[in-house]
């Protein structure tokens, strides 16, 4: 849905549509209505990682995510600044954007993914690539 900020709480960054709050154990996030991504505010991705079947937020289709992945720049939904571009050290294979300030977003997919450690990460991150030197 186009973003009107009447009615959502953000404008995705990657997209530009909006984003509606969802909310799993008491934390509050942002999920954008067409590409599906979550933006998680400072340390909510890993207070969410910590609960049980918190996974249910990432409704989006990780090969659609996939398609996000990109190395356009996007600004962050809270101040406006250019992003950081990053991978989660021990599954190289997501890649998300932060903000120091305010917190990160993360495509479809990327969150269930992330919640969901196994030993199969080593080998999605041979496949995808560290983003480093993959897409700088």
Not at 24 to 39: A, K, P, V
Not at 85 to 106: A, L, R
Request: hydrophobic share 25%; aromatic share 10%.
């Amino acid at each position: 849905m186009e973003y009107n900020p009447d009615m959502h709480s953000l404008q995705c960054p990657k997209c530009k549509h909006g984003m509606d709050e969802v909310t799993h154990g008491g934390i509050t996030i942002d999920r954008c209505t067409n590409c599906q991504g979550l933006w998680f505010d400072e340390d909510e991705a890993h207070q969410l990682k910590k609960l049980k079947d918190s996974h249910v937020l990432d409704i989006g289709d990780s090969t659609e995510g996939w398609k996000w992945d990109s190395s356009a720049d996007i600004n962050c939904p809270r101040c406006g600044k250019q992003m950081e571009k990053s991978s989660d050290p021990k599954q190289i294979h997501i890649w998300y954007e932060s903000c120091p300030d305010h917190g990160m977003f993360m495509d479809a997919g990327e969150f269930s993914d992330f919640k969901f450690e196994t030993p199969l990460d080593w080998f999605r991150g041979l496949i995808k690539g560290d983003r480093e030197t993959t897409a700088p």
